[in-house]
């Protein structure tokens, strides 16, 4: 790999490489079709930490149980970054007795209904995690930007790249975009869905689908939830004074369930309805590594990639600029999925 780097793909993920390997020293530029933050970024929920218990475990559980320190690591190193630490509750959307990891406790009707006082009816138990929080997926990436251009990368928005292109000897050359050739020894493709697609032609097969994640906002009044909430009807949180966001299967249950669940909210009411696509590898894990085919060609592609975006950009900029090793992404590399028929050689 070479520290003479072109970042495919400016959402929250490819932001986080493009910052933390030019802060590192790299010649970075970074590159997108939009405006950076534009795509699958503005369409996540934003939950930041534990979370519900299963994600604690797999081969990025590493990573995830890091994603509450990672970002307090990055408000110190970008000061004004949109995180609001408000912990988590949890209750009632999975079967069987609750579970508790590490940072998890399991607290009584009481103790919730002081969390969360606007609670018609608090449950029995929950767990609470008061290390999570939510963070603001496009403003964190726009300060990733601009942490990136004060350490002397060039931000290229609005220009789709076409293809990766390759020398003589089959190594990474640069790319190929809607506005010309560009050079360049390492080329990390975080274009979510779209790095299947540029993957192709190269003969190297990315197994990443598109995931759609329905996601709402509300107009509600001002304080109404406190934390973020996790049950059967939905991911809720406040993402305004007077707003909610809400991750759920459909608007209309998801309305019904907020004015059922919490007292003052018979006149909450839907304001928009967002589709994002997420990036979803086959297995679910993040694919984050070198290419052993491609010479000079790295992959970061992941889900959760709005939780996980401080830890691999850091991760990843220590892998090309430095020329390390990181165990923490031992079980994410892309060559995992060789003798699957999901890459070609």
């Given at each position: 790999m070479?520290?003479?780097?072109?970042?495919?793909?400016?959402?929250?993920?490819?932001?986080?490489?493009?910052?933390?390997?030019?802060?590192?020293?790299?010649?970075?530029?970074?590159?997108?079709?939009?405006?950076?933050?534009?795509?699958?970024?503005?369409?996540?929920?934003?939950?930041?930490?534990?979370?519900?218990?299963?994600?604690?475990?797999?081969?990025?559980?590493a990573l995830r149980a890091t994603a509450s320190d990672e970002y307090r690591r990055l408000e110190a190193e970008l000061p004004g970054l949109p995180v609001t630490w408000s912990g988590s509750l949890s209750w009632g959307a999975a079967d069987g007795a609750p579970e508790a990891g590490p940072g998890q406790e399991i607290v009584d009707a009481a103790t919730v209904a002081a969390l969360e006082p606007a609670l018609r009816q608090p449950p029995e138990w929950a767990v609470w995690t008061p290390g999570d929080g939510a963070v603001d997926p496009v403003g964190v990436t726009e300060r990733l930007?601009?942490?990136?251009?004060?350490?002397?990368?060039?931000?290229?928005?609005?220009?789709?790249?076409?293809?990766?292109?390759?020398?003589?000897?089959?190594?990474?050359?640069?790319?190929?975009?809607?506005?010309?050739?560009?050079?360049?020894?390492?080329?990390?493709?975080?274009?979510?869905?779209?790095?299947?697609?540029?993957?192709?032609?190269?003969?190297?097969?990315?197994?990443?689908?598109?995931?759609?994640?329905?996601?709402?906002?509300?107009?509600?009044?001002?304080?109404?939830?406190?934390?973020?909430?996790?049950?059967?009807?939905?991911?809720?949180?406040?993402?305004?004074?007077?707003?909610?966001?809400?991750?759920?299967?459909?608007?209309e249950r998801a309305l019904a369930a907020v004015r059922s669940t919490f007292r003052g909210a018979a006149d909450v009411e839907l304001l928009s309805t967002r589709v994002g696509v997420r990036p979803m590898p086959a297995d679910g894990e993040p694919i984050v590594g070198p290419v052993a085919e491609v010479p000079g060609l790295y992959l970061a592609v992941l889900h959760s990639a709005v939780a996980l975006a401080p830890a691999?950009?850091?991760?990843?900029?220590?892998?090309?600029?430095?020329?390390?090793?990181?165990?923490?992404?031992?079980?994410?590399?892309?060559?995992?999925?060789?003798?699957?028929?999901?890459r070609k050689a």
């Open positions: 070479s520290s003479d780097l072109v970042v495919v793909g400016a959402g929250i993920v490819g932001a986080s490489v493009a910052c933390h390997a030019a802060r590192a020293g790299a010649v970075v530029t970074l590159l997108d079709a939009g405006r950076p933050g534009a795509g699958v970024t503005t369409d996540s929920f934003a939950w930041i930490g534990l979370g519900p218990s299963g994600v604690r475990t797999g081969p990025a559980a930007v601009a942490g990136a251009r004060a350490h002397g990368a060039r931000v290229r928005a609005d220009i789709p790249v076409t293809a990766v292109s390759r020398d003589a000897a089959g190594r990474v050359a640069g790319v190929e975009t809607a506005a010309g050739p560009l050079s360049g020894e390492t080329v990390v493709l975080a274009a979510g869905v779209a790095t299947a697609a540029l993957g192709a032609p190269l003969g190297v097969s990315v197994p990443v689908d598109p995931s759609p994640a329905r996601l709402f906002r509300f107009r509600a009044p001002a304080g109404l939830v406190r934390t973020v909430v996790n049950n059967r009807d939905f991911d809720l949180r406040q993402a305004g004074t007077d707003r909610l966001l809400a991750a759920a299967d459909s608007s691999v950009g850091r991760l990843v900029a220590r892998e090309l600029v430095d020329g390390a090793v990181e165990p923490a992404l031992a079980g994410c590399r892309p060559g995992r999925f060789q003798g699957r028929d999901s």
